[in-house]
């Protein structure tokens, strides 16, 4: 009994910042975030502190990043996460409002600054999966499912997504980033506003992040040719897919089943490949891909191997689900205005940016490891373990390499990936992807067989061929607004209530007092009371019997 009630006294050092500089730190993580980066970056966006305050502001810089790695907590025990390791020092206990105005005090360019310092590739030319004949993978993508709190602010500056059954709960950010396919880091980031509904708007901010020696991979939504002329003249190399109804002329066949095309001044080289999986329960699933490419040289470049490549740009969505399920956990952010939501954003994408940092460094201490097996979900336990603990802030000794979420990495690394298909699709009754049926298995499935046909069209005679569709679209019903138009302009200028609409309608007045609400906020219409509302009539434009301009 004596040897089973033994105790063990364990005592522990830790380093950190003097004074109430102390809690500013995220545990291991500060070592790829040092202090003397972040109080540049304060000195140069003008944050710091004009006193200093029981709350500076490099403490407060490192505050916002730790809620970021605990989404489901507030501002008390967030603090109590920074301090728990440091019991003894004397430190502040702050109140919520005292957090909140630390928040206010250094806004959103800190944060932006230091993302931009951290952002950019992170794999080493011998790094497996980070590039193909030379050149570095990346990829353009847009994420509109980060939700932020519905308030009015926020609608008023991002909106609401419509859907055919309705607008969306919350808004949603809209976010364009540019990732490394190799090791899903981040090369930079763009936040769109509700006027910002066309995503290569967006990522045109990110083109000066491209150069030479990289291999750009886009979708379909990036295949205009404006678009694709500007990514060359950065000297990026690019592979995009391009839509069905592209047909441009046919200059010269190559070899390998590809052809040399143009597009407006810009030559190019096409690929129409039929992609078909067998599954191992014997069913078959095909597609056509049309890919265009600046990669004119057939013999460095294969047309099968571009093909198997393309598939290579779906890493970006798998940064996007670290993102928004494994950091955030499906949680909406806090902040109910510009401000605070950008503020939140810019640490998100920071405190991601650094755990792939340490992955990544980890991955490449065993060479021939491919970033794909290290797991986020690790290394983002691990760091939350560190900090909370308040160890490896200052490490003394000799560098530590891996350090210790490294090692959680490389000892939960994951199993090599298997070649598996399974339907799209979201389980929301909003989803666009809700009656889409493309054949696949509702259940993943292995893949036992890929088989890839490259066809080749016939050279163009006289001028391009233009897509003309089988039949026109036939005439579409009037949506409700414009039913709702319709009877008001139809009777004199007043003010209308939902229940007579709905009675008119002949539909529930409760969704279409909603709806009322929300075409008020996107300024169609104006709220003149307790449940009234008048139609917005554009104010004709002045008359005037000057000639126009020429």
Not at 337 to 360: C, F, K, S
Request: charged share 20%; aromatic share 6%.
């Amino acid at each position: 009994m004596r040897v089973q009630s033994a105790t063990t006294a364990v005592r522990r050092e830790v380093t950190v910042a003097g004074g109430v500089f102390a809690p500013g730190h995220l545990g291991e993580l500060t070592q790829y975030l040092p202090f003397e980066l972040v109080d540049d970056v304060l000195a140069q966006t003008r944050a710091v502190q004009r006193r200093l305050r029981d709350l500076p502001s490099r403490a407060g810089v490192y505050f916002v990043l730790a809620l970021g790695m605990f989404p489901r907590l507030g501002y008390l025990r967030v603090w109590g996460k920074l301090t728990a390791g440091l019991a003894g020092l004397g430190l502040p206990e702050p109140s919520e409002k005292a957090l909140r105005d630390l928040r206010r005090r250094i806004g959103a360019a800190p944060l932006k600054a230091l993302f931009e310092i951290v952002a950019g590739p992170l794999g080493q030319p011998h790094t497996p999966g980070v590039r193909f004949g030379g050149l570095r993978t990346v990829a353009f993508d847009g994420c509109n499912s980060v939700h932020i709190p519905d308030t009015g602010r926020n609608r008023s500056w991002i909106g609401k997504i419509r859907y055919r059954m309705g607008l969306a709960g919350y808004p949603a950010l809209r976010l364009m980033t540019l990732a490394e396919t190799g090791t899903r880091a981040l090369l930079g980031a763009a936040v769109g506003s509700a006027a910002d509904r066309d995503e290569s708007h967006l990522a045109r901010r990110l083109l000066p992040l491209l150069g030479p020696g990289m291999l750009v991979l886009l979708d379909r939504a990036f295949d205009a040719n404006a678009f694709l002329a500007e990514v060359a003249g950065t000297g990026a190399m690019l592979l995009a897919r391009a839509k069905a109804t592209r047909n441009p002329a046919v200059v010269a066949h190559l070899p390998d089943g590809s052809y040399l095309a143009r597009l407006d001044d810009m030559p190019v080289r096409m690929i129409d490949a039929h992609v078909a999986m067998t599954g191992t329960d014997g069913a078959t699933v095909a597609d056509k891909y049309r890919l265009i490419t600046t990669l004119t040289d057939h013999r460095a470049y294969p047309a099968a191997d571009l093909v198997r490549l393309y598939h290579e740009r779906w890493e970006i969505e798998s940064a996007f689900l670290a993102l928004r399920h494994t950091l955030l956990e499906g949680r909406v952010l806090r902040s109910g205005d510009r401000p605070g939501i950008e503020q939140e954003l810019w640490a998100l994408l920071t405190l991601y940016q650094l755990l792939r940092m340490a992955m990544v460094t980890a991955v490449e201490t065993r060479p021939g490891t491919d970033p794909d097996r290290a797991s986020f979900t690790s290394a983002l336990e691990a760091a939350r373990e560190e900090l909370t603990a308040a160890r490896g802030v200052c490490p003394d000794g000799p560098a530590d390499l891996a350090g210790v979420i490294g090692r959680a990495v490389l000892a939960t690394l994951l199993p090599a990936r298997r070649l598996r298909y399974s339907a799209r699709k979201v389980k929301c009754a909003t989803s666009r992807y809700l009656n889409r049926d493309d054949g696949r298995p509702q259940a993943a499935t292995a893949i036992a067989a890929i088989g890839i046909t490259v066809t080749t069209p016939p050279l163009s005679r006289g001028r391009p061929r233009r897509y003309t569709p089988a039949r026109p679209r036939p005439p579409q019903p009037p949506t409700r607004r414009q039913r709702i138009t319709a009877i008001i302009t139809s009777q004199p200028p007043r003010d209308w209530t939902p229940r007579e609409l709905a009675h008119m309608l002949n539909v529930h007045p409760r969704p279409l007092a909603t709806q009322l609400r929300e075409w008020s906020l996107l300024g169609f219409f104006t709220r003149t009371g307790l449940g009234t509302y008048r139609l917005n009539t554009p104010t004709p434009l002045p008359s005037s019997t000057t000639e126009p301009d020429p």
